[in-house]
């Protein structure tokens, strides 16, 4: 069936760039997303790709895919203390209109 | 998030009681989600509604019903609340997939519900 992974927690440096890996299981999925939880809040949308880019770049987040390895990354440049939170991967599964979530990444920053 | 919001955002409940949670939006979309929150676990979807009196289920359905009698409201209701239903709540929404371009979900605040 549809699955996402994602290792559960990431500590980096303030000023360091952040990687955050995910892969996923359905070759046909047509979009991948980001989505960041703040504590307390719900998730928002970070930014998305189309499965037939590799690479998009949006200020300091860069969104890598390797489709043949179903692999995807998310890089933040220069990380801040508010860039703190828990990152889902996430694909549109192949059925209409639903959205498969990974199991979140925990995201700290070390002064 | 402008447009939607869930109620009530805290709960506590006592085992053996039904809980309704509800999810009201103002932007017209036609899919609406419930899904729950728990630590290692991720976002775990519990239904799904398609429109109007129109649902499905999701991974983890049991213990769980919804209604949709209109495009705005969502409503998801634990028949006899458990330990095991202690939880975040969220409700999303979306205007479904269009060719071209993605249909990412906007998402509520969240239910923080304590079952006791």
């Known amino acids: 069936g549809e699955d996402v992974e994602q290792s559960l927690f990431l500590s980096v440096r303030e000023g360091d760039s952040s990687v955050i890996n995910c892969t996923y299981t359905d070759s046909s999925s047509t979009y991948l997303y980001w989505y960041k939880q703040e504590p307390g809040a719900g998730l928002q949308l970070l930014t998305y790709i189309f499965s037939n880019m590799d690479m998009k770049q949006d200020q300091r987040l860069t969104v890598l895919l390797n489709k043949k390895d179903k692999h995807l990354s998310l890089r933040i440049a220069d990380t801040q203390t508010g860039d703190s939170a828990i990152y889902f991967c996430?694909?549109?599964?192949?059925?209409?209109?639903?959205?498969?979530f990974g199991s979140g990444t925990r995201l700290s920053i070390r002064p | 998030d402008a447009g939607i919001t869930q109620s009530p955002r805290h709960k506590v409940t006592e085992t053996g009681t039904p809980v309704t949670l509800r999810c009201h939006q103002t932007?017209?979309?036609?899919?609406m989600y419930w899904y729950r929150q728990d630590p290692g676990h991720g976002l775990r979807l519990i239904h799904y509604s398609y429109g109007v009196k129109d649902t499905d289920k999701g991974e983890v359905s049991d213990g769980y019903s919804v209604s949709r009698s209109k495009t705005e409201d969502f409503l998801l209701t634990l028949e006899s609340a458990t330990s095991s239903q202690t939880s975040v709540y969220f409700c999303?929404?979306?205007?479904?997939?269009?060719?071209?371009?993605?249909?990412?979900?906007?998402f509520g605040s969240g239910t923080r519900l304590t079952v006791v």
């Open positions: 999303a929404i979306s205007e479904g997939q269009k060719r071209g371009r993605p249909y990412g979900y906007t």
């Open positions: 996430a694909e549109s599964g192949g059925s209409a209109s639903k959205i498969i």
């Open positions: 932007e017209n979309h036609r899919y």
